[in-house]
């Protein structure tokens, strides 16, 4: 199973396996990733399983959708060009070893 | 079977009917047997599949390219009877067409849009929560969840203050034209009251009727920013007004008869009312106001090894799939202290209600308000059912004492 590498605001990370298909908001709630809220279970809506993609990992990903990019506009910690909603990356083969940084808060 | 040039699995069906009266107060054992007999059921009584497991429902309510919107969101298949009225530009359809109206309401109701009013809300919550707990004895319906929607919705959406009980009333009718052979049945004073109501709700929705900065007139400047056509506009403001008053309502009072009813929560709500957001969400998993999501097939196919034809209903039973034992432990067991996260009383999706953040921040403004100032609570009387359209009471008697 591919692999996403979490990181904390403090630096500590975490290798976690998900499961292809699944996203990675789901998988961070699985495995009980601190950090990932997800008020509103992947629906695009609550800005609360905001992530900051790695630099080098950016290219891997295709880019927000337009609704997407609407509701990053509601993230309370800052938004950068590497923001993404996690409930919107979807774990596969490709992102194996994906780095993902938690911002200090979601709410 | 009668067709051995295919492995596709025999249908299964019942023809009970979870519509059905002898449902109303407990769908959710019924929900339970279905889930066991197969992946998808095919209702006989109504003529529709039911999906009634959590990973298929989900499958069913995501995957808009199989699933489609367009046939219309009720049992009424818009493929083969022509609908009540003109089908909804965000609800009844499916992306290309989809898309820019979904991104334009996400803008309008997003948390950050939404930090506005929510000072609006608590002023009006504490009104009301006053109001309740100096009585002692009130409804917790009629007095309490649903004036407060029926007021902080139509202010939020641009409306006038005369004629907003036409807002019920609407819901009412579109809910009976979603029904199956919905022509059955009306008298001429139906007809005549819905012309009327819908009259009144067409002439809402107009540039000129709507307050400046609400959410309708920030539709319209959607349509002045080219994103939409002005016909377009109107429809989108029609469905703030479809969707957001009775649900909201609702969940909001389910979320009050749960509490009443596991005392033991009740009490730490009370000594603790910041437990109001993950209670409300529970009470989403656990008793949702909308019980179901229709789609329609885009072509013939197999779902689970079973066949279905094209534009055929598919029903969703999203209460159903947040009962899976599956998915979520003890799910009959109603508990404000689990993490709720990820149950789809909501749906979810490209169509997950896109009014959720304002539900959650009423439901949050008025229950705090109620629960900073309760001691205690309970039902005093029994509850009314709400007889048609979404599930919840007509009536709630409670009775409660004020913290000193």
């Known amino acids: 199973m591919p692999k996403v590498i979490f990181v904390q605001p403090d630096g500590t990370r975490q290798a976690v396996e998900i499961a292809c298909g699944t996203s990675i908001m789901q998988g961070a709630l699985a495995n009980r990733i601190p950090g990932i809220v997800a008020e509103c279970g992947g629906s695009m809506m609550c800005a609360t399983c905001h992530v900051y993609v790695g630099q080098n990992d950016l290219a891997r990903l295709a880019p927000p959708s337009p609704v997407e990019n609407e509701t990053l506009q509601s993230v309370v910690s800052e938004r950068s060009a590497n923001s993404r909603l996690s409930c919107q990356l979807m774990m596969s083969d490709e992102l194996d070893g994906l780095i993902v940084c938690l911002p200090s808060t979601q709410s | ?404």
């Not at chain 2, 819901?171 to 001429?188: E, I, M």
């Open chain 2, 1 to 404: 079977m009668t067709d051995s040039h295919t492995d596709a699995i025999a249908k299964v069906e019942t023809s009970e009917n979870p519509w059905s009266r002898d449902f109303l107060e407990d769908p959710y054992s019924l929900y339970a047997r279905l889930r066991d007999k197969g992946p998808v059921v095919w209702l006989s009584s109504v003529g529709v599949w039911g999906v009634f497991r959590d990973a298929d429902v989900r499958e069913v309510i995501t995957d808009w390219k199989t699933f489609g919107s367009a046939g219309g969101g009720g049992i009424s298949n818009y493929y083969r009877e022509k609908p009540w009225r003109e089908p909804s530009v965000i609800f009844e359809v499916d992306p290309p067409d989809h898309t820019p109206k979904r991104a334009i309401l996400t803008r309008i109701l997003s948390p950050m849009a939404l930090t506005k009013l929510r000072a609006r809300l608590e002023a009006q919550a504490d009104i009301l929560a006053d109001e309740v707990i100096r009585k002692g004895r009130f409804d917790a319906i009629t007095e309490f969840a649903k004036p407060f929607p029926l007021k902080v919705v139509p202010d939020a959406v641009g409306l006038p203050e005369e004629g907003r009980e036409n807002l019920l009333a609407y819901g009412a009718f579109v809910r009976r034209g979603r029904a199956h052979n919905w022509q059955q049945g009306w008298s001429k004073e139906d007809l005549d009251e819905a012309e009327r109501v819908v009259d009144w709700v067409t002439g809402m929705c107009n540039r000129g009727s709507l307050a400046p900065n609400s959410f309708g007139s920030q539709i319209y400047d959607a349509a002045d920013a080219g994103e939409i056509n002005e016909h377009e506009a109107n429809m989108l403001v029609r469905s703030f007004l479809t969707a957001g008053v009775e649900t909201t309502m609702h969940s909001i009072g389910n979320t009050l008869f749960n509490l009443a009813i596991n005392p033991e929560q009740g009490r730490d709500i009370c000594s603790d009312p910041s437990l109001v957001k993950q209670a409300f969400d529970e009470t989403l998993r656990f008793d949702s106001p909308v019980h179901v999501i229709v789609r329609n097939t885009m072509q013939d196919m197999e779902f689970r090894g079973i066949r279905l034809g094209q534009y055929d209903k598919v029903v969703a039973f999203i209460a159903s799939a947040n009962r899976d034992p599956l998915r979520w432990p003890n799910p009959d067991r109603y508990d404000l202290h689990r993490k709720p996260a990820g149950h789809i009383g909501f749906g979810t999706g490209i169509h997950g209600c896109v009014g959720q953040m304002v539900a959650r921040m009423e439901a949050s403004a008025l229950l705090g308000a109620f629960f900073k100032r309760a001691a205690s609570f309970e039902l005093d009387g029994t509850p009314v059912r709400h007889l048609v359209g979404a599930r919840g009471y007509a009536s709630l008697p409670l009775t409660v004492k004020a913290k000193t």
